[in-house]
């Protein structure tokens, strides 16, 4: 393993404050950057705001102020924000450094020099918002392609990357290389772009559009394209933020985190412009997914964006933390829900990780006098070793997952540990052993196995929830120094350091019972009903009788065509079927969508058999929130009909493409 590790955000854009996009990126980054310090290795953890361009001229303009005050205006709302939701970055670039510009002139006149930027005149289609250019082919009804706002027609005279003389370069890396865009879904939309023959790039802007940039050193009258300005901060940052300035020592990064609109420039762009300069390519490019709200695009006409700070006053930076990257798998579309979030927070925080900490610590007070006490080899049982083998397995689990970025398994991890934890204590039942002296050596033995796992939490939640590992660390008597290379050899059981006594104090996560709603339901609404619990029968519920007088009706509530909107039908074809064990009714079937592969559970067990399911085109439910069924993650649902059975089904002729709506 490299000794060193390069994590980046990408370097927002100043013509807003901070949202949840800003955040859930550099939180992601953050758990990495403390992770892979605690492992040993020297981080690098960057981050910053792009400052330059035309939309922050406008900004500027219409505010009345000239740029530089603009972006100084702005600049800590993101800093105070990352302070409030603990991110520990080691450098913040601005592009209006001086440092960054050099560096930026120098590697456009080292291109230039190369005979890789050439002058020609250029016709066609700009985005202001997106400051970009687009061809004929691309336009439709006079609108940009990504950010469907209406473009202008603009002929000018600029310079251009020869980014076209580097393509089959790039699609033969992307093949030989299958860890450099990720997930794999992003990276099939990269190679699928390289199928058209690629255009050289536009990089620079007249100083008579656009003023406010890094100018060209080979043309005073231009500035260069905001992009290519931007993305050089991967390297200029490591010749003057890093600890000790040495690209060379931290090049190529380890990982660039970017939302997925901002893929091609990472993953086209940039590549091509480190082949022009014959420097390594990152190691890995990965796009993550976008939040909606309450299943609706976030806006602020709509008033339902979501404020990073709100939340953080509300439920403490760990929770907002704990929920982004744990609601949702990285690399997906997520739905930001006042509802999940309390559900989550209350379930897996406060009455789980909170309450074993605080049940722990209250034994110890009462049975221990707030010591540590020492187990007893010869009062030792299976329920102990069980405990013991599942938080060994800990930090080898979560150190695979965070290595795919699977930050949402790394938690359920964690919270495997916290359950197994909180059932030990039901199992041993400490306060009916304190009850005789003659059991205080299987007391102690108890207690200890219990401390041992929580030792072994508070260094698991640390790289999410930092503040909160230190509130436990505290109460526990560890000395364990985060700031140190704690793992750089994994944790083993009984081979701690506790330097005080245990002590009580608040709860870690007080429990919300007045949560607010979402905003477009109300009280009266249905539940939405999940894949793990449709079509179960009650079992011990009696069936309910109608009201006397009230006729009885089997009519199903209406709903308005905007609930039907929200549901997202997708064509998909099935790629594999196998049954799941110890089910009649339950398969697991491995689909593709369109866009990516799925792992869906389905109920129809009974009625087919996993081969004659291969190779079927289906419709499935795409957009449902996963859930478990039996231990297996189902990402979606199929179509079938059918009451009480399944009776068919619902399948789409062959031709059809996987990933086509079904409307």
Same mark, same amino acid.
């Given at each position: 393993m490299p000794n060193t590790f390069y994590v980046t955000t990408p370097i927002y854009y100043v013509n807003d404050v901070p949202h949840i996009g800003h955040a859930y990126t550099t939180i992601a980054a953050d758990v990495l950057a403390r992770f892979n310090r605690l492992t040993g290795r020297e981080v690098f953890f960057l981050t910053g705001l792009d400052?330059?361009? @035309?939309k922050v001229q406008q900004a500027a303009v219409k505010a009345g102020i000239d740029p530089q005050t603009h972006c100084d205006r702005l600049m800590p709302k993101f800093k105070d924000l990352w302070s409030q /939701?603990?991110?520990?970055?080691?450098?913040?670039i601005r592009t209006t450094d001086s440092q960054h510009q050099a560096v930026v002139q120098r590697y456009l006149q080292a291109l230039y020099d190369k005979g890789l930027i050439y002058q020609a005149e250029y016709t066609g289609w700009y985005c202001t918002f997106d400051e970009r250019f687009w061809t004929e082919k691309d336009v439709e009804k006079g609108l940009c392609p990504d950010c469907r706002r209406p473009v202008e027609r603009v002929s000018e005279r600029n310079y251009?990357?020869?980014?076209?003389?580097? @393509?089959?370069?790039?699609?033969?890396?992307i093949q030989t290389n299958p860890a450099f865009i990720q997930p794999e879904s992003?990276?099939?939309?990269?190679?699928?772009?390289?199928?058209? !023959?690629?255009?050289? /790039?536009?990089?620079?802007? !007249?100083?008579?559009?656009?003023?406010?940039?890094?100018?060209l050193p080979f043309d005073r009258d231009c500035v260069a394209y905001v992009w290519f300005d931007a /993305?050089?901060?991967?390297?200029? =940052?490591?010749?003057y933020l890093a600890p000790t300035p040495n690209a060379s020592?931290?090049?190529?990064?380890?990982?660039?985190l970017v939302g997925k609109d901002i893929l091609t420039t990472h993953a086209i762009y940039w590549s091509t412009m480190l082949m022009g300069l014959e420097l390594p390519l990152p190691q890995s490019i990965f796009a993550h997914g976008w939040w909606t709200v309450d299943g609706e695009k976030m806006s602020k006409s709509r008033g339902n964006v979501v404020d990073p700070y709100a939340m953080v006053e509300q439920f403490g930076a760990d929770a907002f933390r704990y929920f982004l990257l744990r609601e949702v798998p990285f690399g997906q579309d997520g739905d930001f829900s006042l509802t999940a979030f309390g559900s989550r927070y209350n379930a897996e925080l406060a009455n789980d990780l909170g309450n074993l900490l605080s049940r722990t610590l209250t034994m110890l007070a009462n049975f221990s006098n707030n010591t540590i006490p020492q187990p007893d080899s010869q009062h030792e049982t299976d329920q102990d070793c069980q405990l013991q083998h599942a938080a060994s397995a800990l930090f080898p689990s979560i150190d695979t997952h965070l290595r795919h970025l699977e930050f949402h398994r790394a938690l359920e991890t964690i919270c495997g540990l916290v359950q197994s934890a909180n059932q030990y204590i039901d199992k041993t039942a400490p306060w009916m052993l304190a009850k005789d002296p003659g059991n205080t050596p299987r007391l102690h033995t108890v207690l200890f196995h219990l401390t041992e796992a929580l030792r072994f939490l508070?260094? =698991?939640?640390? !790289?999410?929830?930092?503040?909160?590992?230190?509130?436990?660390?505290?109460?526990?008597? /560890?000395?364990?120094?985060?700031?140190?290379?704690?793992?750089?050899?994994? !944790?083993?059981?009984g081979d701690y350091s506790y330097s005080g006594q245990t002590s009580k104090g608040p709860s870690l996560f007080p429990r919300k019972d007045s949560l607010p709603s979402d905003s477009h339901k109300s009280p009266k609404e249905p539940a939405t009903i999940h894949p793990s619990t449709r079509n179960m029968e009650p079992s011990h519920t009696p069936e309910a009788k109608?009201?006397?007088n009230q006729p009885v009706t089997s009519e199903v509530p209406h709903i308005g065509i905007e609930d039907f909107q929200k549901v997202q039908l997708k064509v998909a074809k099935i790629l594999a079927a196998e049954r799941v064990p110890k089910s009649k009714k339950l398969l697991k079937l491995q689909v593709n969508v369109g866009t990516e592969l799925r792992q869906i559970v389905a109920g129809i067990g009974k009625k087919y058999v996993p081969e004659e399911l291969v190779g079927r085109t289906i419709v499935v439910v795409a957009n449902l929130k996963p859930a478990k069924l039996m231990g297996i993650e189902s990402q979606g649902m199929v179509l079938a009909a059918g009451d009480k059975e399944v009776l068919e089904l619902l399948t789409m002729p062959d031709e059809i493409p996987a990933g086509t709506k079904v409307k």
């Open positions: 400052e330059h361009g @035309q /939701l603990h991110i520990s970055y080691n450098g913040f251009f990357f020869r980014m076209s003389r580097f @393509q089959d370069r790039l699609k033969e890396h992003r990276r099939n939309e990269v190679v699928g772009f390289l199928q058209k !023959p690629l255009e050289d /790039l536009s990089i620079s802007r !007249p100083k008579s559009r656009l003023s406010w940039g890094v100018e /993305l050089i901060n991967y390297l200029s =940052a490591l010749e020592k931290f090049w190529p990064a380890s990982i660039h508070t260094c =698991a939640v640390y !790289p999410f929830m930092p503040q909160t590992a230190e509130t436990m660390k505290t109460r526990l008597g /560890l000395s364990d120094n985060f700031s140190t290379p704690v793992l750089r050899e994994f !944790p083993r059981w109608p009201a006397a």
